[in-house]
């Protein structure tokens, strides 16, 4: 027998628009969701549907699913849980590419209170907390960094709200969503791929369900559950569903809206968990360096909607339009206390202490006190205001053989934050200080640590609006800060246009011939005013009482404090005096980005070694240009306008990327699939990363000063990968799956950030300051720190997965069932240790952004007769996240593993009047896990923050 064979025996007469497996896998996933929609038998859910008339479940076309001739009637039985996993697992099955998938429960409800923890539990899959609000924020793929995944919506690219290019899924809302397909190798028709994996998140189409459905959903929620004070929040959702005109009009509407306030959470942040030595009767001793103690509420509403629009007034024709919009506010209001130990703040009123009644074990002061301290009472707030709108349009069109389609996108997003930083304590000018006392302290644990301080800030004649450290301007030119104010704006614009045409043939294993032209055309910035707060009439002594002050204490220090809300104190309290430096500057600019993609990609059908199988093979062709905007700041002197002068750059790059791949599915019978996967995939710069401009001054801070700088980088080109997956899928009907799957990925490119000797002559004028003094005096060469290509490396793994109903196992163990999955992922490559906020560490040591090694998650459930409950968990190890420092500017932190339990209870009415009414109860983070941030010695936590668990109670009612 031939080695290979096309496979056309038995091949099942094709419908009037052939289906690609991507959108193959949405349409099964939508009419599962149909089938929780038709309420027709009492106890089940029944659905009478178009059965396919193609060999696989998700045999719709993919420009138009038209009905056979002469359907066959099929009835689903299965609800709530089991009903998600069985679409999702539908689309995992019949996909050509190794995906993952999750699926709404119900119309508006997806399997957690969020589409981030709905993704987390995935195989592979990670969740980063937020370090304010402890919500699932941020999606790692596979050990890499959640920059590397590209996230669609409705399989369209989306603007973003953060410096990165991805939204955050903050602004997705469970209830409008109604599925997510995960890809981990791409096909050349997916544009906007990521290196890790691409993100596609799906709303519902009307057209895909039989009747009219309307549903309504309320929550009540209970936040910060086991913290010191609770919070509450309510969230409530309505979708309707309808068709019109024969069905060729279908309409769906989604509307959600919560606001909640969080529980009060206590901070309390090390310094980075560094120590200083001062010296203690003719010996040095080690001391902490410092601390922040914060005691912290804060708040997110959110207001969503999304609507989509058909019309399919023939089998040949049908248009869509797609609308989403999320806008939403958050905030945290901090109050707290701060100040250095064993070390000088860099302020022009910070005396160096003297140590006093010090107890020392092995040259540590585990006792003592430090005069000449000066406390800083914090009350900052932080606010966020944001906005998502995205708009597509698809119109698909049947000529002769081909199947074409035109889709067109626009999405923008802003985001408007404030940072109100409001400081108390003694002026500059006190001549009586503080003390500050410490116990418990063993050179490592710093979190344990006892603090207790002599003046009562809690007293607002203690505890007085001023400017206490002196934190601006020079010795020479003290200028008044008693507080700060920055307002950056993000503004996002995105445009694109997609064509393709498809159409069947006979060409040996080739089954169907696609291509396509994808345009897309970005641009963004990133702007805002920065400022100092100056008690009113500018003396940078003047200090005068908190209006409506209260009492609270410091985070986790038991130190009582006075307390608050600076919001409305500009021009009552404070002036605005408007402040332009270096650091301010390199935050602001703009990047501009088009990029062109071409693809030809074939459907594979056939045999090879008695095997059959299915597939793809293509090819994308990615011309990019790009140009990165931003500021030079060399000539700075000051931090005024005329002190610190706007010199604009500008840089341009463009460059082609051919990127092929190739996805097989074995059948090895007895329902058993080997996928595999190899391509070549890339992920592009943050656009913060290609920014033009940079800042530079002389760092005097060595024996020889020299000029240093750092900035972006619009030179930069992606991550570049060559990627190779394999994976064994045996599959239990419909019902469940066990699968084991490996994968490996070569390094081509990669993006960091080192420093370099530079010669910044471009840049300098004759006000530049340049060194005085040393070997450099002079000289306009020195070092820059921005982001460079670089080369090398990989990442492998495996993952594990199990996902079956256990009356599979044994009947009484009927309406059981488990989801289980386990992954381990480690990497060869090595980061230097630059941008680190809280530690040097050795660049050898330092994992991929984002990577846990093993991660873990399991789902218990149980439902029968309208009852549903579920228990989860899920664990990861340590990883390196990112989080922004005090001037916005994201820095590398150490996390510790964490494992997340929650638990979920529901009951749906079968039958009577109440049919379709559902209540249920659900408790989020039910172990209050802590997030903690460490060192490089993971004994030396120096951030420990605990959310509290979430309860939520709530009903459904679907009609």
Known sequence: MKATATRRAGKPARTAFPLNPFAAGCAVLLSALAGQAFAQASGSEEQTAVAPNTPTAAATSEVIATPAPTPSVSTVTVTGIRQGIEAAISVKRNSNSIVEAISAEDIGKLPDSSVAESIARLPGVTAQRSRGSGRASEISVRGLSPSFNGTLLNGREMASTGNARNPEFDLFPSELMGGVVIYKTPDASVIGQGLAATIDLKTVQPLDFGKRVIAVNYKKSRLGVRTAEEGDGDRFSLSYIDQFANRTIGVAVGLTSYDETGGEQRKYDAWGGSVAELPYNGQNVRVPLGFTADTETGYHNRDGAFASLQWRPNRNFRSTVDLFYSAGETGFKRSGLEGAVGANTSGLYDPAGVLQNVVVQNGVATSGTLTNYKAVVRNHIEAAEDDLKTV?????????EWDTSADITWSKATKLSSRYETTAGLPGNAANLDTISWTGFNGGNFTDIAW???????????ARLTDVNGWSGTADNPLAQAGYL????????????????????????????????????????????????????????GAVPMPGASANTAGTTGIPIATWNPLGSLGTVYELAPKVNADILTKMWDVKETVQTAYVMGNLNGELFGLEYRGNVGTQFVHTKQMGGGYNSGNCTGETADTCPVVRAVG????????????????????????MGVAQVLSRPTLDDLRGGLGFSVNT????????????????????????????????????????????????SFI?????????APWVTSTTPLPTTGPFAGSTIGVLNRPENGEGGSIRGYELAVNIPLEMVSSWLDGFGILANHSDTRSKIDLPA???????????????????????????????????????????????????????????????GETIVDFQVSYEIQKGFAKGLSVFAQANNWNN???????????????????????????NYKF
């Open 392 to 400: 597509g349009w698809k119109n698909e069109l049947r000529v002769g």
């Open 452 to 462: 207790r301080t002599g003046l009562n800030y809690a007293d607002p004649n203690v």
């Open 486 to 541: 920055a307002q950056p704006y993000i503004d996002d614009k995105l445009k694109s246009i997609r064509l393709n045409a498809k159409r069947d043939l006979e060409w040996g294993p080739v089954s169907a011939i696609q291509f396509g032209y994808n345009y897309t055309d970005r641009e963004k910035t990133r702007s805002g005013d920065e400022g100092r707060l100056m008690i009113i009439g500018g003396d940078r002594f």
């Open 652 to 675: 341009e790059h463009d460059y082609w990327d051919v990127l092929p791949s190739l996805n097989l599915s074995f059948d090895l019978k007895n329902d058993q699939l080997l996928r």
């Open 701 to 748: 801070g060595v024996a020889n000063p020299f000029l240093s700088g750092g900035g972006g980088n619009p030179m930069l080109e992606p991550f570049k990968a060559k990627s190779f997956d394999l994976s064994y899928e045996k599959y239990f009907g419909k019902k469940g799956y066990v699968s084991v799957a490996g994968f490996y990925k070569k390094l081509d």
């Open 752 to 760: 960091l950030r080192t420093p370099a000797e530079y010669d910044f």
């Open 834 to 896: 630059l941008g680190f906020g809280n530690v040097q560490v050795p660049a050898q040591s330092i994992p991929l952004p984002g990577l846990s090694r093993k991660v873990s998650n399991l789902r218990l459930y149980y439902e029968k007769n309208g009852f549903q409950v579920a228990a989860a968990a899920r664990k990861r190890s340590d990883f390196l996240g990112q989080s922004p420092d005090f001037s916005d500017t994201l820095q590398y932190t150490f996390v510790k």
């Open 929 to 955: 896990a802590p997030y903690q941030e460490y060192t490089e010695n993971r004994d030396s936590v120096t951030r420990r923050v605990e959310y509290g668990r979430t309860y939520q109670f709530g009903a």
